[in-house]
């Protein structure tokens, strides 16, 4: 089973950026961006720093992507495409650069990093997240 590995490496009052990385892989970075931390609220908030499994998923609006799985008290967290902080309601995006606008952090080239991230994850149905 592949370890992913996020390391939030930026938070401001609307967004937390980061990076992401799989172990044992040499790749290019993908940048991740997520709600600020507001104390694990849904729909507004980072997941907590922690270990979780994370599962293929798939439904007519976010097909072909992966769903973080227990964490407390929290559902349907998703890694998806977007943009900017009104997309993630609680999920992750995936990018494949990343900048902060004063307070507006986003990532680029969204869609793009999915399909990178697709091919990296290959025909692995789950993957251990480590979110620091």
């Known amino acids: 089973m592949k370890t992913i ?6 938070q401001s009052r609307k967004a937390s950026l980061g990076i992401l990385k799989v ?9 991740t961006l997520e709600n600020p931390w507001k ?7 980072c997941i907590p720093e922690g270990s979780y499994l994370c ?5 007519d609006k976010y097909p072909n992507v992966y769903q973080v799985l227990e964490v407390p008290n929290r559902t349907h967290i998703l ?3 977007g943009n900017f902080e ?3 309601k609680g999920c992750i995006l995936l990018g494949l650069g990343a ?12 869609r793009l ?8 994850m290959g025909d692995d149905e789950e993957f251990k997240l480590v979110i620091s």
């Open 5 to 10: 590995v996020i390391r939030r490496a930026f």
């Open 23 to 31: 172990l044992g892989l040499d790749h290019d970075p993908v940048f």
């Open 39 to 45: 104390q694990n609220q849904k729909m507004v908030s």
């Open 55 to 59: 599962r293929k998923y798939s439904s």
């Open 79 to 81: 890694f998806h495409a």
């Open 86 to 88: 009104r997309d993630t």
């Open 99 to 110: 900048c902060s606008l004063g307070d507006d952090p986003m990532v680029s080239n969204s």
């Open 113 to 120: 990093a999915m399909a990178k991230f697709r091919g990296i």
